[in-house]
């Protein structure tokens, strides 16, 4: 199986920096896109910032221009470095890998455990 391992998570006053790290580890062939989604208390998940194999990002508005994806893929992990925090960042994030298991399988997506981001005065 495939374990994804976020650290870097905690409370920041607003206008501060953050950076999350994930690392994917287990039985893994290959990983495609890895990426980043949020879930504030009361709302859905939502995607935050999404990377694949070749560098190629993506970013929700409420993002651009503060955060960025980067990932190692010697290291199978991604990063979301978090500048210019808002309250209305304040969610659990969580990572999500697309990972293929066996040669020539299909790609499996796996999430990690989730890691509080709170930003406030």
């Known amino acids: 199986q495939v374990q994804l391992v976020e650290s870097g998570g905690g409370l920041v006053q607003p206008g501060g920096s953050l950076r999350l790290s994930c690392a994917a580890s287990?039985?893994?062939?290959?990983?495609?896109?890895m990426g980043w989604y949020r879930q504030a208390l009361g709302k859905e998940r939502e995607t935050v910032a999404r990377?694949?194999?070749?560098?190629?990002?993506i970013y929700a508005d409420s993002v651009k221009g503060r955060f960025t994806v980067s990932r190692d893929n010697a290291k199978n992990t991604v990063y979301l470095q978090m500048n210019s925090l808002k309250p209305e960042d304040t969610a659990v994030y969580y990572c999500?890998?697309?990972?293929?298991?066996?040669?020539?399988?299909?790609?499996?997506?796996?999430w990690g455990q989730g890691t509080q981001v709170t930003v406030s005065s």
């Open positions: 999500n890998a697309i990972v293929q298991l066996q040669i020539g399988g299909p790609y499996f997506s796996f």
């Open positions: 990377i694949t194999t070749s560098g190629t990002t």
């Open positions: 287990g039985s893994i062939i290959s990983i495609n896109a």
